[in-house]
């Protein structure tokens, strides 16, 4: 980790979740952005997302980096906030999928969901996360 931020994160193995009709990953996410997310993130509180390759939450301007094994497929970051600016995601520029996404923090309490990269073949790569701005993010890498 550099930078002031406070991480709490999670790691899983990329597990393919059946849903039923009108069910997305970011339903169970709905509603817990916004005031109260910080709490969330202390008391660690907020869900557990079943296919989650990768979560934290992050309280201050700062980046952790982490090493992911990713599966074949698409994946996209949700991301949650309070009073945080932008938060990012980033491969190794040499790394098997150079990849650098930002995302503007969502306004209210539901997550914005963004693309971060399709993968041909399963890669082992290192992921940097980073927020900008002060408050707090919390971030879920997930397959589509």
Request: glycine share 12%.
């Amino acid at each position: 980790m550099s930078g002031r931020g406070r991480w709490v994160v999670a790691t899983a193995v990329a597990v393919t979740t059946l849903c039923v009709a009108g069910c997305t990953a970011s339903d169970p996410l709905d509603g817990l952005g916004g005031d109260g997310l910080a709490a969330r993130c202390a008391d660690e509180s907020l869900p557990r997302l079943e296919d989650a390759v990768l979560q934290g939450c992050n309280g201050g301007e700062g980046q952790g980096q982490f090493a992911v094994s990713l599966d074949t497929g698409g994946y996209d970051l949700l991301v949650l906030c309070e009073d945080a600016e932008k938060v990012s995601i980033v491969t190794d520029a040499d790394g098997p999928i150079p990849v650098m996404v930002r995302t503007d923090c969502p306004e209210g309490a539901d997550p914005v969901r963004v693309h971060v990269a399709d993968l041909e073949a399963p890669v082992d790569t290192i992921v940097k996360v980073a927020q900008q701005g002060e408050g707090e993010s919390a971030w879920f890498l997930v397959p589509e």
